[in-house]
């Protein structure tokens, strides 16, 4: 009898109280996200690719809302959220998406119903330091939950999904059960949510984590119509360390910095009168060093670009202390955000169609990084070394007056075609006399052909291209839509 009153006095704290919610636990507060997506082909802009399905793990939020990555939620086509144990599914949508952060909600697509009952949302856990102990959950095929423990003890600026967009990033060491079927997995820190692993290596055991921190700035954001995002600064920098370069730029021994080498016409930082040449050697009040890290009250050393696109937001205010010609000087930038297509070439292009003109078979489009990734890995290497030129030197076209840069991706062999079957990526300077500046002027320009010719001037290659309107026209009406299945010569919105 004592022994029994023993085991019933130790169990009786376990017991809930009636009415008390369970504590999050994978199969309650996390759900499989089945995504069917189809993306357009860059090289023929006018088809689709062919579908495929993806599966990732979403943490659910408050609101019925389930947090999963951008990268697995592009160019969806058709969403649905499923209970791993039961294979419960609901149809569902993305509420918010951004491609730069990683990240997008996923709500119901209409009345859940009972679906989400007896489920408990997730809080976000934003004070994460390292050396702490991360619980990483998925699934067995059979909807059994599985956890994996992993040790945080890094802090980092690094891409999430897209390359040159660097953010706050956690790493984390152990060993992560992988279960096939899975994309994004939600990390947990004592029952609450600790951000998403993104990437892991399996030979070093290392895991990259978005953190908590970042997910409630793009809640918090996504929240208020329109969604802003996060700004950036538009300069480019390099170390000041070498001695000779600290001379040059008078640059005391006290001094730390990092010199911009590179301003965006029309972004935040030329739009505060940043120039090349100056030295930042303070952001809202913390001291830049030599490679252009700071030290963060909560992380140490980190990387200046967080106080940017960590702690700014739209519309904020950078104090900065700048040297320039050894002159002390104070300036400060408004931040602002680009979109993708405010960049002379869009960095990346989903959700949407790529843009394009098609006058009697030669193939205009606007240059975008997905289009020179069609060469594969070692696209710099592969690609058309004049594309590539632009799209790391996009400066010096925006200084010249572009807003696009048009070129010539293709041709279609037809009537009016014969003889410049082969050519490709050249970039387009003048269309019947008139600046081509993106893909609206050129779709002007083709509208006044002279003498019923028109003349298209390149950069490279035969310089000068000609096309009869006439056979232009009849081309696109009767010839292309039937030989190539094309609906729509152009595209562009």
Known sequence: ???????????????????????PAPETSILRVNITSQGYNFALPWQKQRPNTRRGLGALLAGNRVLVTAELAQDANYIELEQAASGKRITAKVE???????????????DPGTFFQGMEALELDTTLRPKATLDVWQFENNGAPVT??????????????????????????????????????????????????????????????LPAIMVERFIRDAATAPYEGLPGIGIRTASTLDPQLRSWLKLSEEDGGILITDVTPGFS?????????????????????????????????LGSGHLVRGKANVGDTIKLK?????????????????????????PYVFDRQPRYLILGGVLFQELTLPFLQLAGKEWRDRASFRLVYA???????????????????????????????????????????????????????VKTPTDGIHRIDVQDGPR??????????????????????????????
């Not at 700048?322 to 869009?346: E, F, S």
């Open 322 to 346: 700048i040297i320039r010609d050894g002159q002390p000087l104070d300036l400060n930038v408004i931040m602002l955000r680009k979109q993708a297509q405010d960049y002379l070439v869009d």
């Open 1 to 23: 009898m004592k022994l029994r009153f023993l085991l019933t006095a130790l169990l009786l704290p376990l017991a809930l109280p009636a009415g008390a919610e369970a504590a």
């Open 269 to 301: 930082a030329a739009s505060a009168g940043l120039k090349e040449g100056d030295v930042i050697t303070e952001m809202n009040g913390f001291k830049i060093d030599g490679r252009g890290s700071y030290q963060d009250p909560d992380y140490g050393l």
């Open 464 to 493: 000068t291209i000609y096309l009869d309107d006439a056979q232009a026209k009849q081309d696109n009406a009767e010839f292309l839509p039937s030989r190539y299945r094309i609906k729509a010569m152009e595209n562009l919105k």
């Open 391 to 445: 799209q790391a030197n996009q400066d010096d076209f925006l200084k010249a007056g572009r807003k696009k840069l048009v070129f010539i991706s293709g041709v279609l062999p037809a009537p009016c075609t014969i003889g410049y079957e082969r050519m490709s990526g050249l970039v387009v300077n003048q269309v019947n006399g008139k600046d081509i500046t993106d893909l609206a002027s050129l779709a002007e320009a």
């Open 148 to 209: 994996s423990s992993v040790e945080f003890n890094r802090v980092d600026l690094a891409p999430y999904f897209l390359e040159d967009q660097f953010f706050l990033i956690f790493q984390a060491n152990g060993a992560v059960q992988y279960r096939s079927g899975t994309f994004t997995l939600p990390v947990i820190h004592q029952g609450k949510l600790a951000g998403m692993l993104v990437r892991y290596n399996s030979r070093d055991q290392v895991s990259d984590i």
């Open 96 to 110: 918010a998406v951004d491609y730069e952060l990683n990240l997008a909600t996923v709500i119901p697509d209409g």
